[in-house]
């Protein structure tokens, strides 16, 4: 079955600084990738998926992720981060409909 | 907004008693899957149903079940309630017609057991 790492539970940064979260996965199979924002006490908002085609994906509010097979990762980033970007992010991996979700990042925007 | 809701959107329950969660998939999905989220974890998967029959479940025992109804609303019960079924629970709707898809999730039910 598959997998997810996110290897950072906790990225403080400043506002206006880039920002890289990163997600690892392992599955013996082709997988689609996906990453999810979640806002306190509310659902999960998808941000960008990978299913084929360009390696480098780019989702809503300026984030963008670069799919790289070979190193089995799916890093989520933004150039230049703002307050209203602090949340919990959520990377998921899905194989016939079983998508598993890594443990969640929380991201810290300072001013 | 994602056309998934779920209902109600808070609930406290005494441990031993059972509860109804429910959720109204986005309109043409077929496919609803619930997810328990504990406080401060990822999301982990409980079962799913496709076109009212289960199609595959998580590491959950049997006191939770679910139904998904002919015009693919679905509920999600859970018996015999112990105090670390605490959660946000979300249900996630998708529209399955070969291969995978994006999941589309409601705004969850926060469930307090005391």
């Known amino acids: 079955a598959q997998s997810v790492t996110q290897l950072d539970s906790q990225v403080p940064v400043f506002e206006e600084a880039p920002v890289e979260l990163r997600c690892n996965y392992s599955?013996?199979?082709?997988?689609?990738l996906f990453w999810y924002v979640q806002y306190p006490n509310q659902g999960l908002q998808l941000l960008l998926k990978y299913l084929s085609g360009s390696t480098l994906v780019k989702g809503i509010n300026g984030f963008e992720a670069e799919f790289n097979k070979s190193q089995t990762s799916f890093h989520l980033r933004k150039p230049s981060v703002h307050i209203s970007d602090t949340a919990e992010y959520f990377c998921a991996v899905i194989h016939n409909n079983d998508m598993r979700f890594g443990a969640g990042t929380r991201l810290t925007v300072k001013p | 907004e994602t056309g998934v809701t779920q209902s109600p959107t808070h609930l406290i329950k005494t441990r031993g008693q059972q509860v109804t969660l429910r959720c109204s998939s986005q309109s043409g999905h077929n496919t609803v899957s619930w997810y328990q989220q504990a406080l401060g974890q990822g999301p982990q998967f409980i079962f799913q149903?496709?076109?009212?029959?289960?199609?595959g479940r998580g590491n959950f025992p049997p006191r939770f079940s679910g139904l998904q109804f002919p015009n693919y609303s679905s509920e999600l019960n859970v018996n015999a309630l112990e105090l670390d079924d605490s959660a946000l629970y979300l249900c996630?709707?998708?529209?399955?017609?070969?291969?995978?898809?994006?999941?589309?999730f409601g705004q969850g039910t926060r469930l307090t057991v005391v």
């Open positions: 996630a709707s998708s529209l399955v017609v070969q291969g995978n898809t994006e999941a589309f």
């Open positions: 149903y496709y076109r009212e029959e289960e199609n």
């Open positions: 599955s013996s199979v082709s997988v689609y």
